[in-house]
């Protein structure tokens, strides 16, 4: 097993709090559709990693939060990129931004 492979808790005691930074709003823009079909596509044709800049460009907004939250969490990468992946797979599917997903979904 390779040391960054496992995640221990969080680097630090504090409290997590959602980065001033974010934007928080529910919906999914007009670019941020297109750039979940472009990635939805781009899966779907084999592609898996070095995602294209316009769909990176495209989804920054919902990305910084998942990104921030795994980095305090201290995932490993691997698994940490699974769970972006799989969040953004499901957003595509629903429609919606993941602030915006009830208890069920």
Known sequence: MKADSAAPCPRTTAE??????WDCQPGLRSTEKEALK?????FAGGGKSNWPL???????RLILPLRET???MNAAKAPANSAVHD????MHRLGKSYWYWTQEE
């Open 16 to 21: 997590w709090r959602p980065g001033e930074a």
């Open 38 to 42: 472009r990635l939805s596509d781009y």
């Open 54 to 60: 316009i769909v990176r460009a495209g989804l920054a």
């Open 70 to 72: 795994l980095d305090w």
């Open 87 to 90: 969040i953004l797979v499901e």
